[in-house]
């Protein structure tokens, strides 16, 4: 293969709007994701960040949350109402408060700092191996990532997955990657959420870790022991926020059930607990 064809298979890759006030640290992480391949943009201010989301239209954007003008957290909330790139946060922080207003704000994933190349890259790469379609941005703007319309489920194959999964009053729609609640739409679950949500329907009783969970949602693949450790804090702090768009408390679950010293299930059938 030529250089010429080399660097054109590179730039497939897609592109990622970078936000970091720190210029050392804005020119290392562009290099590492223009030597993987991406066509990246640097921002150093948070608000230019937020319009080169809207100029360029990546499928990744990677944030730090400490902006000289406006906070990762406000940064997120304002791509998220544009954007439904996939949000990674950077953070000196390893308080747990930030983790959860990050994701809240609608991230998918952080990386605390320092962090080695890799581990960026492994972070990144790992996003952009799950489902594209957003559910929590109204307005989107043309990426690849942008929704394709779906398929009549009636023209589906029998031997196909089917077009909804039920349970307890909850339908979670495939291939619209929309979820109602009694009837009710739920709008407002990231992408994150409803892939959990998806994982105990498709799972059922089957009990899983943290782990198996954060493996799911990385498309099967593994970490390190430090991978894994923020790996269970970002798992609990999305089921949290699932538990509370799903209207659900651990000790009353309808949908998601703890398993004390295991993980996760899916709650029993309701007809089961009369």
Do not use: C
Request: cysteine-free; charged content about 25%; glycine content about 8%.
């Amino acid at each position: 293969m030529t250089k010429k064809m080399m660097t054109g298979a590179l730039l497939e890759r897609g592109t990622l709007v970078l936000v970091e006030d720190d210029p050392d640290i804005r020119l290392m992480v562009a290099d590492i994701f223009r030597g993987a391949g991406f066509k990246t943009h640097a921002f150093a201010y948070g608000q230019e960040g937020v319009e080169g989301v809207d100029r360029h239209r990546p499928e990744v954007v990677v944030v730090d949350l400490g902006l000289p003008d406006i906070d990762g957290f406000e940064v997120t909330r304002r791509i998220r109402n544009i954007s439904n790139a996939y949000i990674l946060i950077l953070t000196a922080s390893s308080h747990e408060m930030d983790t959860i207003l990050a994701l809240e704000a609608g991230a998918d994933d952080y990386v605390t700092k320092p962090f080695r190349p890799r581990e960026l890259r492994y972070r990144v790469e790992a996003l952009l191996r799950r489902p594209r379609l957003r559910t929590d941005t109204t307005n989107l703007t043309g990426s690849s990532l942008d929704p394709q319309p779906a398929e009549d489920p009636a023209q589906e194959p029998a031997d196909q997955a089917p077009y909804y999964l039920e349970h307890n009053g909850l339908q979670l729609h495939v291939a619209t990657r929309t979820v109602r609640v009694d009837g009710r739409e739920l709008v407002q679950l990231t992408a994150s959420e409803f892939d959990l949500l998806h994982s105990f329907l498709v799972h059922g009783r089957v009990v899983q870790t943290k782990e198996d969970l954060a493996q799911g949602l990385r498309g099967g693949q593994g970490t390190d022991s430090l991978g894994r450790m923020q790996d269970d804090q970002v798992i609990q702090v999305h089921i949290a926020n699932l538990r509370k768009k799903l209207g659900e408390t651990a000790a009353n679950p309808r949908w998601v059930e703890t398993v004390h010293g295991f993980g996760y299930r899916l709650a029993a059938p309701m007809e089961d607990k009369d």
